[in-house]
């Protein structure tokens, strides 16, 4: 069965300091990655997606992730985060259908 | 553009209640979802349907049955609501393609006493 890893829980950050969230995935065969948010009382946003080519993938708000095969895993980075990043971040895999297997989820709080 | 929109938001019952969570998207997708999201344990899926007229289980459908009512529509059934049952429930959307990401409503917060 699929399984996706996150392994930080809960991360605590001071504004301007550099983030990187861990997820590892376990399928084995073709996979599609994706990173979604949650805001505080909201629903979840697509943060970005990875399904081919370039295996560092940009997406909105300044985030990025890389694929990397050989681990396993695709990582969510940003270079600064902001008072306003504060929400629960999920790592995601479809592999071979169109269902959707979700990490824990990784709060992140962003101090000022 | 209202996308995924789900009714309630918020709704308490007692144990044994039954309950309909409505979910409705407008952007002609096949496929749809429910998860129920509980701290700690992230989202898991409860069941979904690759397209109108088909349902299959996720990974904790025991306690729930969902109808696909038409390509649009999307509801999940507590027939007898249980306190485990209390959680925040989303439903989804997406189009078929693998690489296609979900697109998630609001959300609807439950509590069952």
Not at chain 1, 9 to 35: M, R
Not at chain 1, 39 to 52: A, D, I, W
Request: aromatic content about 12%; hydrophobic content about 30%.
């Amino acid at each position: 069965a699929q399984s996706v890893s996150q392994h930080n829980h809960h991360v605590i950050l001071s504004e301007a300091a550099s983030l990187e969230l861990g997820c590892n995935y376990s399928y084995g065969g073709t996979v599609n990655l994706f990173w979604y948010v949650q805001y505080p009382g909201q629903h979840l946003q697509l943060l970005l997606k990875y399904f081919s080519g370039d295996p560092l993938v940009k997406g909105i708000k300044g985030f990025e992730a890389e694929f990397i095969k050989s681990k396993f895993s695709f990582n969510l980075r940003k270079p600064s985060v902001q008072w306003s990043d504060t929400a629960e971040y999920f790592c995601g895999q479809t592999g071979g259908g169109n269902k959707l297997t979700f990490g824990t989820g990784t709060q992140l709080k962003v101090e000022l | 553009n209202a996308g995924v929109t789900q009714t309630p938001k918020f709704q308490v019952l007692k144990t044994g209640q039954s309950m309909t969570l409505q979910c409705a998207q407008d952007m002609n997708h096949n496929s749809m979802y429910w998860y129920r999201q509980d701290p700690g344990m992230g989202l898991r899926l409860i069941y979904y349907s690759a397209s109108e007229g088909t349902t299959d289980k996720g990974e904790v459908p025991n306690g729930y049955n969902v109808s696909r009512l038409n390509k649009r529509e999307f509801s999940l059934r507590l027939e007898s609501a249980a306190p485990s049952q209390t959680s925040v429930y989303f439903c989804a959307s997406k189009y078929d393609r693998v690489n296609q990401p979900q697109h998630f409503g609001d959300g609807t917060r439950l509590s069952i006493l």
